[in-house]
Every structure is written in C-alpha cells, then in structure tokens.
C-alpha cells in the first residue's frame, strides 16, 4: 500500500500521520499481438519479480505457452526493461527459445510513449475501465477478457511511427500525437 505523509503541529511538535493516498497496487504479467492477449497472470503479493521468477514462472509456464497458442514460432518478442527481463539468463533463455527475441540493445529507452504497446496503450484503456468502479478484490479486475482487439491492434500498429515521431522530435513527449 503507498501512502503519504501528513504533517501536522500538536502542542508545537511535528506529528506524522499515514493515510492511505492510491489504493493497493497489484502485478500482473500479460502480453498482447494481432492474434490475440494472453491471460493475465497475477503476481502474489509477497513474490519478488527477479530473474528466475520471471524466467521460470511468467515466461514458461504462462506467457510464452499462450503465445504460442495461436502463433506457433512466427512472433516477434518485444518487452520493457525491467531489471528482471534485462538478466543475463534471461536474456540467454529467450535467445534460445524465442527466434525473434527484440535484444535489448534495441529496446527503446525508458519511454511511456515508446514502451511496448501494454505500457502506453492498453493500460490506460483498463484503467478507464476499471477505476469509476470500486474494487474488492481480484475477481473484479475482469475488465481484460472484454478488452477489444482492435484497440491493441491500432497500439501495435502505432509503435514504429511512434518511435520514428520522438525521434524526429528529439525526444520530446509526442503522446498527443496519437490520441
């Protein structure tokens, strides 16, 4: 849970009171293509997202299976740069087991507007829906099984002109641009 800090003077002494400011964060691990998105894969609260997590639970046993669904081996890896996706083994097992695995000597700089087509498109599309409405608990994120796929296919087809768009702006934030 993330919260401020409030301060406030009590017989001429400094006293901090937490309050809560943004509601609890959860992880989930998704990916998105033309052929369709993956399941959401929610992260246990107390699990740290390192390498072999990352390796051994997202990439195995959840994403890359579903990817292969409906893609077999035609499908191009592209991911953010997290420290646990730039790993040396990380990087090593998806040489090995992705044939158009996007090095990350290429990966885009961190950029909201150049990111993976999930960071700049398709959160901000959940976030619209799932926000005006209270949530409880897990069970009432199901708002990514209604996620249309044309909205990820218009994100995945904006990501090269996005990148040749900051580019021509020198880095300069060009999310207007594409609304």
Known sequence: MKATQLYRKHNGENIIKGCKHFSESVTVSVAVSMTGKTEVHFVDKATKVDGRYYRETLLQNCLLPYIRQPCG??????????????????????????????EPSVWPPNSPDINPVVDYAVWGALQQDVYPVPIVGLEDLNCWASLDQQLINKAIDQWRPRLKT????????????FT
């Open 73 to 102: 081996w035609e499908f191009v890896f592209q991911q953010d740069g997290a420290p646990s996706r730039r790993v040396k083994l990380t990087v090593e097992f998806l040489q090995q087991n992705v044939p158009n695995f996007t």
């Open 166 to 177: 900051v580019v021509k702006v020198h880095g300069g934030h060009v999310e207007q641009l």
